[in-house]
C-alpha cells in the first residue's frame, strides 16, 4: 500500500542535520530541525505547517530565521516544537529583529511555539505579526505520554534524551491504513460517505462486532440512514496495514539511559535516520563531545531492530570519507562488525 508520509535529509550529502518529511496529498511538509536550510526550495519552505527543533544548538536551530524570512507574508501560521524552555529561545530569536512594518503585510502570520518540559508539561506562546511578535502565553498542559501532533493521518512523538543537554529524539508516524472494497458498498445497498471514516476507526480500535454504527449518506434521491453492525460492514473491509514509522534522532551520548527511551519511542521502526557524527575509532572523542559513533549508531538500529538505516550529521573532519562512516553504521545494524555496548 502507497505510504503518507516521504521522508528525505535537508543535505543530501548527511553533513547538515535534518529531515523534511513531506505529507502526501496534503501538499504540506514537517521539519525535523532548522539548521541549514539552503537546500530546502521555498515551496517546501512554504507548505511546511510544523517544525520540531530536537535542541537549541546552532546547527539546528540558526535556520528558523531562514524560514520565517521566507514565511512572512506568505504563510498564515507555523508551529514551532522543542524542548525545556523552548518557548523563551523562539521569543528571542523574534526579539532580535525590530518588526515596525511586519503589522501592514496582508496575510498575518501567527507562530505557535510549542516546549515539552523535563516533566513532560506542554508550554506554548502565541506570536502574531500584528502584535509584532508579542509573546502571548497560552496555559500549560499538564504531562500526557509521549505524543505532541496527532492527526487523522499521522502523528510525531517525542522523548527526551540526554547530550549534556535535553534533547528531542522523535518518531514520525502513519496512522494504520484501513482498505475497503467499494463494490462491496454498493452490493450492500449502500454509498460512501463520513461514516467511512468511522468504520475505518472502530475497525482499527478493534470494536466489538455487536457495536452499532450510523451509516449516513446523501445521494440525488435525498439523506440516508441506516444503524448497521460493525458484524454487518466488516465484510466490506479488504485489509488493514499498520502505517509506516520513521525515527529522527540525533545529537545524544551513547547511555543506557538513553536507550531505554529509543527502545520506547522507536523499537521496530521502519526506517531510522541517526547521527553517525564520528567515526568508531573516535569513540573516545564520540564521548567527550556527547554525541554517537557511527558503529553506536548502528548498534541503536540493530538493537531497535529498525529495517532500514539512514545514517546522516557526520562532523566536517570526516570529509571525503563520509563512506567509511556510512560503512561502520551498516555493519554494526547488520550485525558484520560487533555492536557497541553503551557506557
Ligand atoms: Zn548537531
Ligand atoms: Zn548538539
Known amino acids: 500500500m502507497r505510504t503518507v508520509l516521504d521522508p528525505h535529509l535537508v543535505d543530501a550529502s548527511g553533513r547538515e542535520p535534518g529531515l523534511w518529511v513531506a505529507v502526501r496529498d496534503q501538499r504540506r511538509a514537517l521539519l525535523f530541525d532548522l539548521g541549514e536550510l539552503g537546500a530546502l526550495s521555498p515551496r517546501t519552505l512554504l507548505r511546511s505547517t510544523h517544525a520540531f527543533v530536537t535542541h537549541p544548538h546552532m546547527d539546528h536551530f540558526a535556520g528558523f530565521d531562514h524560514w520565517l524570512a521566507t514565511a512572512l507574508g506568505r504563510m498564515p501560521g507555523m508551529t514551532v516544537w522543542g524542548g525545556p524552555g523552548f518557548v523563551d529561545r523562539v521569543e528571542h530569536k523574534l526579539r532580535a529583529y525590530t518588526w515596525n512594518v511586519v503589522h501592514r503585510y496582508t496575510l498575518p502570520l501567527v507562530i505557535e511555539a510549542r516546549s515539552l518540559e523535563a516533566d513532560g508539561t506542554r ?7 500584528r502584535e509584532a511578535f508579542a509573546r502571548r502565553d497560552v496555559p ?5 505520554g509521549d505524543v505532541l501532533l496527532e492527526e487523522p493521518l499521522l502523528r ?4 527526551i534524551v540526554d547530550h549534556e543537554m535535553p534533547v528531542l529524539a522523535c518518531a514520525i508516524e502513519e496512522t494504520a491504513q484501513v482498505r475497503v472494497a467499494a463494490d462491496r458498498i454498493a452490493a450492500m445497498g449502500l454509498a460512501t460517505g463520513a461514516w467511512l471514516q468511522a468504520l475505518k476507526a472502530a475497525v482499527l480500535a478493534g470494536a466489538p462486532d455487536d457495536d452499532t454504527l450510523d451509516v449516513r449518506w446523501r445521494d440525488a434521491a435525498g439523506d440516508h440512514e441506516r444503524r448497521l453492525r460493525l458484524g454487518e460492514l466488516r465484510p466490506l473491509v479488504l485489509d488493514t496495514t499498520p502505517g509506516r514509522r520513521i525515527g529522527y534522532v540525533t545529537d545524544l551520548r551513547f547511555t543506557e539511559a538513553n ?9 521496530g521502526v521502519d526506517v531510522l535516520y541517526i547521527e553517525c557524527v564520528f567515526a568508531d575509532e573516535d569513540r573516545e572523542l564520540a564521548r567527550r563531545r556527547n554525541h554517537l559513533t557511527a558503529r553506536q549508531a548502528g548498534s541503536i538500529g540493530r538493537r531497535l531492530g529498525a529495517r532500514q538505516l539512514q545514517p546522516f550529521h557526520f562532523s566536517p573532519r570526516y570529509e571525503g570519507a563520509e563512506e567509511r562512516l556510512r560503512q561502520q553504521a551498516l555493519g554494526a545494524w547488520q550485525g558484520a562488525i560487533e555492536p557497541d555496548s553503551p557506557y
Open 123 to 129: 508550554r506554548g506562546a502565541r506570536f502574531d505579526s
Open 140 to 144: 500549560d498542559e499538564p504531562a500526557r
Open 156 to 159: 510525531v512523538r517525542a522523548r
Open 259 to 267: 536507550l531505554v527511551q529509543l527502545d520506547a519511542l522507536l523499537a
